[in-house]
Protein backbone atom coordinates (compact mmCIF):
# COMPACT_ATOMS: atom_id res chain seq x y z
CA UNK A 1 0.00 0.00 0.00
CA UNK A 2 2.51 2.55 0.68
CA UNK A 3 4.10 2.70 -2.61
CA UNK A 4 0.63 2.54 -4.38
CA UNK A 5 0.09 5.88 -2.03
CA UNK A 6 3.52 7.23 -3.00
CA UNK A 7 2.63 7.01 -6.74
CA UNK A 8 -0.36 8.45 -6.48
CA UNK A 9 0.78 11.70 -4.56
CA UNK A 10 3.32 11.61 -6.96
CA UNK A 11 1.07 11.63 -10.31
CA UNK A 12 -0.88 14.67 -8.41
CA UNK A 13 1.89 16.73 -7.95
CA UNK A 14 3.14 16.33 -12.08
CA UNK A 15 -0.58 17.05 -13.05
CA UNK A 16 -0.40 20.16 -10.76
CA UNK A 17 -3.42 18.96 -8.79
CA UNK A 18 -1.65 18.33 -5.21
CA UNK A 19 -3.52 20.35 -2.61
CA UNK A 20 -2.25 21.66 0.76
CA UNK A 21 -3.95 23.03 4.03
CA UNK A 22 -3.24 26.78 4.78
CA UNK A 23 -3.42 27.55 8.14
CA UNK A 24 -6.07 30.73 9.09
CA UNK A 25 -4.68 32.78 11.79
CA UNK A 26 -7.82 35.14 12.15
CA UNK A 27 -11.43 35.39 11.72
CA UNK A 28 -13.34 34.88 8.34
CA UNK A 29 -13.53 38.43 7.38
CA UNK A 30 -12.42 40.38 3.36
CA UNK A 31 -8.62 40.61 5.11
CA UNK A 32 -7.03 37.64 7.20
CA UNK A 33 -4.05 36.32 7.92
CA UNK A 34 -2.87 33.09 6.41
CA UNK A 35 -0.06 30.87 7.04
CA UNK A 36 1.83 34.70 8.86
CA UNK A 37 1.19 36.33 6.02
CA UNK A 38 -1.92 39.42 5.74
CA UNK A 39 -4.20 38.74 2.70
CA UNK A 40 -7.50 40.48 0.98
CA UNK A 41 -9.29 37.51 0.60
CA UNK A 42 -11.68 36.52 -1.95
CA UNK A 43 -12.29 32.58 -1.55
CA UNK A 44 -14.71 32.48 1.34
CA UNK A 45 -18.20 31.57 1.22
CA UNK A 46 -18.77 33.93 3.87
CA UNK A 47 -21.19 35.71 1.89
CA UNK A 48 -22.68 38.32 3.45
CA UNK A 49 -19.97 38.74 5.90
CA UNK A 50 -21.87 37.21 9.10
CA UNK A 51 -19.30 34.76 10.57
CA UNK A 52 -17.54 37.27 12.76
CA UNK A 53 -20.56 39.36 13.32
CA UNK A 54 -20.78 40.57 17.08
CA UNK A 55 -24.24 39.59 17.57
CA UNK A 56 -23.61 35.54 16.57
CA UNK A 57 -20.73 35.62 18.91
CA UNK A 58 -22.54 36.74 21.41
CA UNK A 59 -25.44 34.07 21.06
CA UNK A 60 -23.24 31.73 21.20
CA UNK A 61 -21.24 32.44 24.25
CA UNK A 62 -24.64 32.71 26.16
CA UNK A 63 -25.50 29.41 24.41
CA UNK A 64 -22.55 27.90 25.83
CA UNK A 65 -22.80 29.37 29.42
CA UNK A 66 -26.79 27.62 29.00
CA UNK A 67 -25.98 24.52 27.17
CA UNK A 68 -22.32 23.87 27.60
CA UNK A 69 -20.21 22.94 24.39
CA UNK A 70 -20.83 19.33 22.82
CA UNK A 71 -24.20 17.90 21.50
CA UNK A 72 -24.01 15.01 23.85
CA UNK A 73 -25.67 12.28 21.91
CA UNK A 74 -27.64 12.01 18.66
CA UNK A 75 -31.09 14.20 18.42
CA UNK A 76 -33.25 11.19 18.63
CA UNK A 77 -31.30 9.62 21.64
CA UNK A 78 -31.08 12.85 23.95
CA UNK A 79 -29.19 15.71 21.69
CA UNK A 80 -32.01 17.54 20.58
CA UNK A 81 -32.11 20.67 22.36
CA UNK A 82 -34.42 23.43 22.53
CA UNK A 83 -32.11 25.38 20.73
CA UNK A 84 -31.88 22.75 17.72
CA UNK A 85 -35.67 23.02 17.72
CA UNK A 86 -35.94 26.95 17.53
CA UNK A 87 -33.13 26.89 14.84
CA UNK A 88 -35.51 24.37 12.92
CA UNK A 89 -38.89 25.84 13.15
CA UNK A 90 -37.13 29.48 12.21
CA UNK A 91 -35.81 27.77 8.67
CA UNK A 92 -39.24 26.31 8.08
CA UNK A 93 -40.63 29.62 8.48
CA UNK A 94 -38.34 31.10 6.28
CA UNK A 95 -38.57 28.89 3.55
CA UNK A 96 -42.51 28.97 3.70
CA UNK A 97 -42.25 24.91 4.49
CA UNK A 98 -43.98 22.95 6.94
CA UNK A 99 -40.94 21.90 8.67
CA UNK A 100 -37.20 21.72 8.67
CA UNK A 101 -34.80 19.12 9.54
CA UNK A 102 -31.20 19.91 10.51
CA UNK A 103 -28.14 17.93 9.63
CA UNK A 104 -24.12 18.31 10.53
CA UNK A 105 -22.95 19.07 7.23
CA UNK A 106 -24.27 19.55 3.54
CA UNK A 107 -22.69 16.23 2.93
CA UNK A 108 -24.66 14.84 5.33
CA UNK A 109 -28.19 16.33 4.67
CA UNK A 110 -27.43 15.15 0.77
CA UNK A 111 -26.68 11.97 1.38
CA UNK A 112 -29.20 11.45 4.00
CA UNK A 113 -31.97 12.83 2.24
CA UNK A 114 -31.59 10.80 -0.98
CA UNK A 115 -30.33 7.60 -0.19
CA UNK A 116 -33.93 7.84 2.60
CA UNK A 117 -36.34 8.40 -0.43
CA UNK A 118 -35.11 6.46 -3.23
CA UNK A 119 -33.50 2.78 -3.57
CA UNK A 120 -33.73 -0.06 -5.42
CA UNK A 121 -36.33 -0.05 -8.42
CA UNK A 122 -36.28 3.84 -8.09
CA UNK A 123 -35.23 6.59 -10.73
CA UNK A 124 -32.24 9.34 -9.79
CA UNK A 125 -31.19 12.47 -12.69
CA UNK A 126 -28.71 14.77 -11.72
CA UNK A 127 -27.10 17.74 -13.50
CA UNK A 128 -23.59 16.78 -14.27
CA UNK A 129 -22.40 19.55 -12.59
CA UNK A 130 -24.06 18.77 -9.02
CA UNK A 131 -21.76 18.58 -5.87
CA UNK A 132 -20.22 16.03 -5.18
CA UNK A 133 -22.28 14.87 -2.40
CA UNK A 134 -25.64 14.96 -4.44
CA UNK A 135 -23.40 12.25 -6.65
CA UNK A 136 -22.49 10.31 -4.17
CA UNK A 137 -25.92 10.24 -2.79
CA UNK A 138 -27.20 8.76 -6.34
CA UNK A 139 -25.02 6.36 -6.57
CA UNK A 140 -25.06 5.02 -2.94
CA UNK A 141 -28.46 5.19 -3.00
CA UNK A 142 -28.96 1.84 -5.11
CA UNK A 143 -31.69 3.55 -7.14
CA UNK A 144 -30.79 3.55 -11.07
CA UNK A 145 -29.06 6.42 -11.58
CA UNK A 146 -28.52 9.45 -14.45
CA UNK A 147 -26.67 12.38 -15.12
CA UNK A 148 -27.68 14.90 -17.18
CA UNK A 149 -26.21 17.73 -19.24
CA UNK A 150 -25.53 20.77 -17.50
CA UNK A 151 -28.93 22.86 -17.32
CA UNK A 152 -30.01 21.14 -20.54
CA UNK A 153 -33.69 20.59 -20.13
CA UNK A 154 -34.13 18.68 -23.12
CA UNK A 155 -31.68 15.95 -22.21
CA UNK A 156 -33.49 16.20 -19.15
CA UNK A 157 -36.88 15.39 -20.67
CA UNK A 158 -35.64 12.95 -23.03
CA UNK A 159 -34.08 10.77 -19.91
CA UNK A 160 -38.01 10.97 -18.34
CA UNK A 161 -39.61 10.01 -21.16
CA UNK A 162 -37.50 6.38 -20.98
CA UNK A 163 -38.12 6.35 -17.66
CA UNK A 164 -40.23 2.71 -17.05
CA UNK A 165 -43.86 3.67 -14.74
CA UNK A 166 -42.40 1.78 -11.89
CA UNK A 167 -40.37 2.88 -9.14
CA UNK A 168 -39.98 7.10 -7.79
CA UNK A 169 -38.56 9.15 -9.74
CA UNK A 170 -36.18 11.89 -8.07
CA UNK A 171 -34.95 14.77 -10.00
CA UNK A 172 -31.63 16.53 -8.44
CA UNK A 173 -30.31 20.06 -9.00
CA UNK A 174 -27.57 22.53 -7.24
CA UNK A 175 -29.94 25.72 -6.97
CA UNK A 176 -26.10 27.68 -7.57
CA UNK A 177 -23.80 25.48 -8.98
CA UNK A 178 -20.42 25.98 -6.58
CA UNK A 179 -17.96 26.12 -9.16
CA UNK A 180 -19.68 27.54 -12.32
CA UNK A 181 -21.86 29.98 -9.97
CA UNK A 182 -24.52 29.79 -12.40
CA UNK A 183 -27.72 28.78 -11.24
CA UNK A 184 -30.28 25.95 -11.99
CA UNK A 185 -33.78 26.59 -14.20
CA UNK A 186 -35.57 25.79 -11.12
CA UNK A 187 -39.50 26.95 -12.17
CA UNK A 188 -38.89 25.20 -15.61
CA UNK A 189 -37.49 21.99 -13.83
CA UNK A 190 -40.16 22.10 -11.30
CA UNK A 191 -42.63 21.96 -14.63
CA UNK A 192 -40.91 18.95 -15.98
CA UNK A 193 -40.94 16.94 -12.58
CA UNK A 194 -45.14 17.94 -12.30
CA UNK A 195 -45.34 16.97 -16.12
CA UNK A 196 -43.64 13.51 -15.81
CA UNK A 197 -44.45 12.81 -11.90
CA UNK A 198 -41.08 13.38 -10.65
CA UNK A 199 -39.79 14.85 -7.52
CA UNK A 200 -37.63 17.84 -7.36
CA UNK A 201 -34.71 18.24 -5.03
CA UNK A 202 -32.69 21.76 -4.92
CA UNK A 203 -29.54 22.12 -2.82
CA UNK A 204 -29.55 25.85 -2.22
CA UNK A 205 -26.11 26.13 -0.21
CA UNK A 206 -24.61 29.08 -2.17
CA UNK A 207 -28.12 30.32 -2.51
CA UNK A 208 -29.56 30.51 1.19
CA UNK A 209 -29.48 33.57 3.45
CA UNK A 210 -28.27 35.48 -0.14
CA UNK A 211 -31.00 35.27 -2.90
CA UNK A 212 -34.56 36.34 -2.73
CA UNK A 213 -36.45 39.30 -1.27
CA UNK A 214 -35.61 38.38 2.53
CA UNK A 215 -32.91 36.00 1.84
CA UNK A 216 -34.80 32.74 1.82
CA UNK A 217 -32.60 31.53 -1.33
CA UNK A 218 -33.28 30.56 -4.50
CA UNK A 219 -36.53 29.27 -4.09
CA UNK A 220 -37.66 32.16 -3.26
CA UNK A 221 -36.43 33.63 -5.98
CA UNK A 222 -38.50 32.19 -8.36
CA UNK A 223 -41.34 32.01 -6.43
CA UNK A 224 -41.49 28.35 -5.81
CA UNK A 225 -43.81 26.75 -3.20
CA UNK A 226 -43.55 23.69 -1.54
CA UNK A 227 -45.16 21.94 -3.64
CA UNK A 228 -43.64 22.85 -6.73
CA UNK A 229 -40.05 22.00 -4.86
CA UNK A 230 -40.65 19.37 -2.60
CA UNK A 231 -37.52 19.09 -1.00
CA UNK A 232 -35.35 21.65 -0.17
CA UNK A 233 -31.06 21.70 1.04
CA UNK A 234 -29.65 24.81 2.14
CA UNK A 235 -26.69 25.04 4.66
CA UNK A 236 -26.02 26.99 7.65
CA UNK A 237 -22.09 27.48 7.06
CA UNK A 238 -22.44 29.69 3.98
CA UNK A 239 -24.61 32.74 3.82
CA UNK A 240 -25.82 32.44 7.19
CA UNK A 241 -22.20 32.60 8.68
CA UNK A 242 -22.31 29.15 11.27
CA UNK A 243 -22.06 25.50 10.37
CA UNK A 244 -24.71 23.12 9.48
CA UNK A 245 -27.29 22.13 7.09
CA UNK A 246 -31.37 21.37 6.57
CA UNK A 247 -34.08 19.69 4.73
CA UNK A 248 -37.41 21.74 4.38
CA UNK A 249 -40.17 20.04 3.14
CA UNK A 250 -43.30 18.91 3.87
CA UNK A 251 -44.27 17.29 7.43
CA UNK A 252 -44.55 13.85 5.42
CA UNK A 253 -40.77 14.33 3.99
CA UNK A 254 -39.71 15.32 7.58
CA UNK A 255 -40.88 12.45 9.23
CA UNK A 256 -39.80 10.03 6.90
CA UNK A 257 -36.14 11.52 7.04
CA UNK A 258 -36.54 11.13 10.89
CA UNK A 259 -37.01 7.60 10.60
CA UNK A 260 -34.63 6.74 7.11
CA UNK A 261 -31.85 9.07 7.33
CA UNK A 262 -28.98 7.10 8.32
CA UNK A 263 -26.55 10.41 8.87
CA UNK A 264 -29.22 12.16 10.99
CA UNK A 265 -30.36 9.21 13.02
CA UNK A 266 -26.39 8.03 13.44
CA UNK A 267 -25.15 11.84 13.76
CA UNK A 268 -24.32 13.71 16.98
CA UNK A 269 -25.85 16.74 17.14
CA UNK A 270 -24.66 19.93 16.40
CA UNK A 271 -23.42 21.90 19.36
CA UNK A 272 -26.57 23.75 20.88
CA UNK A 273 -24.42 27.22 21.01
CA UNK A 274 -24.13 26.81 16.82
CA UNK A 275 -27.59 26.62 16.70
CA UNK A 276 -28.11 29.52 18.93
CA UNK A 277 -25.45 31.58 16.44
CA UNK A 278 -27.69 30.62 13.30
CA UNK A 279 -30.77 31.56 15.02
CA UNK A 280 -29.33 34.56 15.52
CA UNK A 281 -28.03 35.07 11.72
CA UNK A 282 -31.21 34.29 10.65
CA UNK A 283 -32.36 37.30 12.45
CA UNK A 284 -30.18 39.71 10.71
CA UNK A 285 -31.38 38.12 7.33
CA UNK A 286 -35.03 40.91 8.13
CA UNK A 287 -33.04 43.58 9.99
CA UNK A 288 -29.75 44.04 8.08
CA UNK A 289 -30.98 43.52 4.59
CA UNK A 290 -28.56 46.17 2.96
CA UNK A 291 -26.03 43.34 2.87
CA UNK A 292 -27.41 41.30 0.07
CA UNK A 293 -28.48 44.87 -1.85
CA UNK A 294 -24.61 45.87 -1.44
CA UNK A 295 -23.62 42.14 -2.41
CA UNK A 296 -25.34 42.70 -5.70
CA UNK A 297 -23.79 46.06 -6.06
CA UNK A 298 -20.13 44.43 -5.37
CA UNK A 299 -20.98 41.98 -7.98
CA UNK A 300 -22.02 44.33 -10.37
CA UNK A 301 -18.73 46.43 -9.84
CA UNK A 302 -16.91 43.49 -10.77
CA UNK A 303 -18.35 42.11 -13.78
CA UNK A 304 -18.10 45.36 -15.01
CA UNK A 305 -14.50 45.97 -14.31
CA UNK A 306 -13.78 42.51 -15.77
CA UNK A 307 -15.36 42.89 -19.04
CA UNK A 308 -13.56 46.24 -19.76
CA UNK A 309 -10.22 44.13 -18.92
CA UNK A 310 -12.08 41.08 -20.98
CA UNK A 311 -10.97 38.82 -18.36
CA UNK A 312 -12.49 35.63 -19.35
CA UNK A 313 -15.03 35.09 -16.35
CA UNK A 314 -17.99 32.43 -17.00
CA UNK A 315 -21.21 33.91 -17.20
CA UNK A 316 -22.74 34.14 -13.35
CA UNK A 317 -24.64 36.59 -11.84
CA UNK A 318 -24.22 35.62 -7.85
CA UNK A 319 -20.94 35.76 -5.55
CA UNK A 320 -19.59 33.14 -7.23
CA UNK A 321 -17.75 35.08 -9.81
CA UNK A 322 -15.30 31.87 -12.03
CA UNK A 323 -12.17 33.20 -14.34
CA UNK A 324 -11.54 30.47 -16.26
CA UNK A 325 -7.89 29.55 -17.22
CA UNK A 326 -7.66 26.15 -18.71
CA UNK A 327 -4.43 24.19 -17.67
CA UNK A 328 -3.80 23.05 -14.05
CA UNK A 329 -0.32 24.34 -13.97
CA UNK A 330 -1.87 28.27 -15.23
CA UNK A 331 -4.31 28.24 -12.74
CA UNK A 332 -1.82 27.32 -10.11
CA UNK A 333 0.52 30.53 -11.67
CA UNK A 334 -1.95 33.04 -11.71
CA UNK A 335 -3.16 32.51 -7.81
CA UNK A 336 0.53 31.78 -6.76
CA UNK A 337 0.81 35.35 -8.48
CA UNK A 338 -2.27 37.36 -6.95
CA UNK A 339 -1.29 35.88 -3.87
CA UNK A 340 2.34 37.52 -4.31
CA UNK A 341 0.36 41.01 -4.86
CA UNK A 342 -1.05 40.34 -1.08
CA UNK A 343 -4.33 38.89 -2.85
CA UNK A 344 -6.07 34.95 -2.20
CA UNK A 345 -7.91 33.78 -4.84
CA UNK A 346 -7.77 29.55 -4.89
CA UNK A 347 -7.17 27.92 -7.77
CA UNK A 348 -10.49 25.04 -8.44
CA UNK A 349 -8.28 22.02 -10.50
CA UNK A 350 -10.00 18.26 -11.54
CA UNK A 351 -11.20 16.10 -10.29
CA UNK A 352 -13.16 18.85 -8.67
CA UNK A 353 -13.69 20.24 -12.44
CA UNK A 354 -13.49 18.91 -15.86
CA UNK A 355 -9.70 18.62 -17.07
CA UNK A 356 -9.09 21.63 -18.97
CA UNK A 357 -11.76 23.81 -17.05
CA UNK A 358 -9.40 24.87 -13.85
CA UNK A 359 -10.21 28.13 -12.89
CA UNK A 360 -9.65 30.70 -10.36
CA UNK A 361 -13.06 30.34 -7.61
CA UNK A 362 -13.25 34.24 -7.14
CA UNK A 363 -16.20 34.63 -4.24
CA UNK A 364 -17.23 38.16 -3.33
CA UNK A 365 -19.00 39.19 0.30
CA UNK A 366 -21.31 41.83 1.64
CA UNK A 367 -17.91 42.36 3.87
CA UNK A 368 -16.11 43.72 0.75
CA UNK A 369 -15.99 47.61 -0.11
CA UNK A 370 -15.41 48.85 -3.54
CA UNK A 371 -12.09 49.48 -2.73
CA UNK A 372 -11.51 45.98 -2.25
CA UNK A 373 -13.46 44.93 -5.62
CA UNK A 374 -10.85 47.57 -7.28
CA UNK A 375 -7.38 46.87 -6.05
CA UNK A 376 -8.72 42.88 -6.99
CA UNK A 377 -9.20 44.26 -10.49
CA UNK A 378 -6.14 45.71 -10.42
CA UNK A 379 -3.89 42.50 -9.58
CA UNK A 380 -5.83 40.51 -12.10
CA UNK A 381 -5.13 43.34 -14.68
CA UNK A 382 -1.32 43.16 -14.18
CA UNK A 383 -1.01 38.70 -13.69
CA UNK A 384 -3.59 37.43 -15.93
CA UNK A 385 -1.78 36.62 -19.67
CA UNK A 386 -3.02 38.46 -22.50
CA UNK A 387 -3.46 35.13 -24.19
CA UNK A 388 -6.65 34.82 -21.66
CA UNK A 389 -7.63 38.06 -22.34
CA UNK A 390 -11.48 37.19 -24.44
CA UNK A 391 -14.69 38.52 -24.00
CA UNK A 392 -16.85 37.45 -21.33
CA UNK A 393 -18.05 34.11 -21.79
Same mark, same amino acid.
Given at each position: ????????????????????????????????????????????????????????????????????????????????????????????????????????????????????????????????????????? #????????????????????????????? #???????????????????????????????????????????????????????? #????????????????????? #??????????????????????????????????????????????????????????????????????????????????????????????????????????????????????????????????????????????????????
Amino acid at each position: MTEALQRRLAERHQQSRYRKRRVLESAQGPRVRVDGRDFLLFCSNDYLGLANHPQLITAMQLASSEYGVGGGASHLVCGHSALHHRLEERLAEITGRDRALLFSTGYMANLGAVTALVGKGDHILEDRLNHASLLDA #GLLSGAKFQRFRHNDLADLERRLQKLPAE #GLRLIVVDAVFSMDGDMAPLSDLAALAQKYNACLMADDAHGFGVLGKTGAGSSELF #GLNQEQLPILMGTLGKGIGSY #GAFIAGSELLIESLIQFARPYIYTTAMPPAVAAASVASLELLATESWRRDHLQHLIARFKSGAAKMALPLMASNTAIQPLLVGEESLAMAISANLEAEGILVSAIRPPTVAVGQSRLRITITAAHTDADVDALLEALHRVVPAGLRVATL
